[in-house]
């Protein structure tokens, strides 16, 4: 009988885990080059399953794609290691067994990581080295990401009319990562025209039969789950799955209960866990009805909450609108900080910037500025979040803490370099990149967690994203804004310009850009601080004529920071003209020049209006 029709009368018995298994014989390397490197040992694994009863038998390239090899600089043996895997399943498998051949997912939490173009060359690639081996079917398998996935799908079904099993994993019972029901992927895959769809990796069978719950019948396809053995417990450096094989045996009736016809295991299973599920389902009829709950539990029932004063992006949208970064302190006097956040309050600014430590050097945590400042003088903060210095969890629970102290405005960032800061040689996490964060930011504006879990309520973040216009190849800096945008970002905020040829240049490179942007304008303080910014910040040019303005000044403080505001004011009276949104940088805690500038622009804009309405009257 061939595979397909199998699938549909009797149930089959997958294999167990490969890379685990060897994991666990001390083997702790490139799974899939022990194909070449050590064919024997990859030979008895599958022979084990075999012999446990296993029909499908899925040959060792979960990762022999030259994405995942490049990481062990074997990509130049994708065909190789493909080649010999197959090989050896076949070798192993009996008359009759079945050998798919696996691809594993690439993608994680980082979507930006691998372009989907990337990902269709490599999976071409090594579906072509497959199917040259002739192999019974295809096994597509630890797919966290729906569109990898189905892309990858697309591509095997226009290549082959052999049976396919598309298997996506979950972070969260139910739900994938990007919040789309199992139900709804399920559907999908059988749409791209899977045979089999199911479940495999990261849950245990708990879970896993939890979230089929909510799966009916597909139509056409059947489905199937390869559930982990267990959670993994970290004992004596190594990762363990403790399990006990009569559970899993429990377990695999009920998954057949929920209609499952193919059923196997993943990380953590052992050729016992097969010959227990074997011994209970294999073969049997599959289940031809089943009930599933009217009122799904993984629907995301968000509670509708919308922030109440107008975000930043609609502001700028509307008109005039100015916003001033003023940073925490790095020493624990918050005096001065207090009282610039309450003069530029009175001065009616729109938000008051705080830096995610800013050149990688610490400061008081920004949040917990933005939170004082918001309920004593009632502004609203916006706080700047690098992927420098949390790692998934730590951003994720930052960002609910935020929504939690109703601070809604927030600026994504890469973060500068540990390099330059006062710990040089401080691991940088970027789990994320600022694109990914933006995204996932927005997927909790939709009440979803970065994992797929329903929040029970969306935040309503305002994302902004930088714009450093500062660069050699401008157009490129703005490819980037686009690109932001694509990931959700709804205005941008700009490093200072200190000529005003560069900021109609800006103008002009970015007057089609749809979002919003603050333009970055900084008061300079001395001569020195000019000549730091034009010689030793990459990328920062300050006219001559500024240059020589701030040199005339001299060493006078007060002198000096006149002509810096002086300098200021003519550039805000261009940006005045090009942008609506206004950036105001404090320099080192000197609030009163940022009051004084907000001021100026205040009555700059008031005198327009002014003179508009004066016109009006005329007319
Ligand atoms: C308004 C604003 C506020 C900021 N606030 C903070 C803060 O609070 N804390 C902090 O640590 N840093 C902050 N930064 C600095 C920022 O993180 C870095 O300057 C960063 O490299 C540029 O912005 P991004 O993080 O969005 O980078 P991304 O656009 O995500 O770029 C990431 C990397 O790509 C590279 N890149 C960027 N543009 C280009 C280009 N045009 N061509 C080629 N490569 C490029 C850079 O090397 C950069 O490291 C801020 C920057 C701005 C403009
Ligand atoms: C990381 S999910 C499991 C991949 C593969 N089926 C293995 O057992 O090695
Ligand atoms: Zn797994």
Do not use: C, H, T, W
């Given at each position: 009988m061939n595979l397909r029709d199998a699938l549909q009368q009797k149930t089959l018995i997958g294999d167990g885990a490969m890379g685990t298994l060897l994991y666990s014989y001390g083997i702790d390397r490139c799974f899939e080059d022990l194909n070449l490197s050590h064919s024997e040992e990859v030979l008895n694994v599958h022979r084990a399953y075999v012999n446990a009863g296993a029909d499908v038998i899925q040959t060792n390239t979960y990762g022999a794609n030259y994405i995942k090899l490049t990481r062990y600089g074997l990509q130049n043996q994708v065909k190789e290691i493909n080649t010999q895997a197959v090989r050896l399943a076949k070798q192993a498998a009996g008359p009759e067994q079945y050998v798919v051949g696996t691809m594993g997912g690439v993608r994680g939490i980082q979507k930006q990581a691998v372009p989907l173009e990337e990902i269709k060359r490599s999976f071409r690639e090594q579906l072509y080295c497959l199917l040259f081996e002739e192999v019974d079917g295809l096994l597509l398998e630890t797919f966290y990401d729906l569109e990898e996935v189905t892309t990858v799908l697309e591509i095997v079904r226009k290549e082959t009319d052999l049976p396919v099993i598309a298997q996506v994993s979950m972070h969260e019972a139910g739900v994938l990562q990007d919040g789309t029901p199992l139900t709804e992927a399920l559907e999908l895959l059988e749409k791209k025209g899977a045979d089999v769809v199911g479940v495999n990796c990261r849950l245990g069978p708990y879970h896993m039969i939890q979230s089929l719950e909510e799966v009916p019948l597909p139509d056409k396809a059947v489905l199937s789950a390869y559930p982990n053995a267990s959670l993994p417990a970290f004992q004596d450096g190594r990762l363990v799955y403790p399990t006990d094989p009569s559970y899993f045996q429990k377990s695999a009736q009920s998954l057949y209960e929920q209609g499952v016809h193919l059923i196997g295991g993943c990380c953590g299973t052992t050729p016992e866990h097969i010959e227990a599920i074997a011994a209970r389902v294999k073969g049997k009829k599959p289940i031809k009805e089943k009930k599933v709950p009217l009122k799904k539990k993984t629907d995301v029932n968000v509670a509708k909450k919308e922030k109440q004063t107008p975000h930043l992006h609609e502001l700028a949208r509307k008109g005039r609108s100015i916003i001033v970064e003023l940073d925490p302190p790095k020493k624990l006097n918050t005096e001065r900080f207090l009282k610039g956040a309450k003069a530029l309050q009175e001065a009616g600014i729109d938000s008051i910037t705080l830096a995610d430590n800013s050149l990688a050097t610490p400061r008081i945590s920004n949040s917990t500025m933005a939170s004082i400042i918001k309920s004593k003088y009632n502004v609203d903060p916006l706080v700047h979040i690098a992927c420098r210095d949390r790692n998934l969890i730590g951003l994720q629970s930052h960002l609910l803490g935020l929504h939690t102290l109703g601070i809604h405005q927030v600026l994504a960032v890469t973060g500068d370099p540990t390099k330059i800061g006062d710990f040089p040689g401080a691991t940088s996490v970027y789990d994320l990149s600022s694109f990914d964060l933006i995204h996932y930011i927005k997927q909790l504006n939709k009440g979803i967690s970065f994992s797929g879990k329903p929040l029970g309520e969306n935040t309503s973040f305002?994302?902004?994203?930088?714009?450093?216009?500062?660069?050699?190849?401008?157009?490129?800096?703005?490819?980037?804004?686009?690109?932001?945008?694509?990931?959700?970002?709804?205005?941008?905020?700009?490093?200072?310009?200190?000529?005003?040829k560069q900021l109609v240049e800006v103008y002009e490179a970015t007057k089609h850009v749809d979002a919003p942007i603050y333009i970055g304008i900084m008061p300079l303080t001395s001569v020195r601080n000019a000549e730091f910014l034009h010689n030793e910040v990459p990328g920062m040019t300050l006219s001559a004529d500024i240059l020589e303005r701030m040199e005339q000044a001299g060493d006078n403080k007060a002198q000096a920071q006149a002509e810096g505001i002086s300098i200021a004011k003519s550039l805000i009276d261009t940006a005045m003209d090009l942008f609506n949104g206004i950036y105001l940088i404090t320099p080192f805690l000197r609030y009163e020049m940022t009051v004084e500038l907000t001021n100026y622009i205040h009555e700059k804009s008031a005198s327009k209006e002014r003179k508009l309405s004066d016109g009006i009257h005329i007319v």
């Open positions: 305002s994302v902004a994203a930088a714009f450093n216009p500062n660069v050699r190849n401008l157009n490129r800096a703005v490819g980037r804004m686009e690109k932001k945008i694509s990931y959700g970002a709804d205005y941008f905020i700009s490093q200072p310009v200190f000529n005003e």
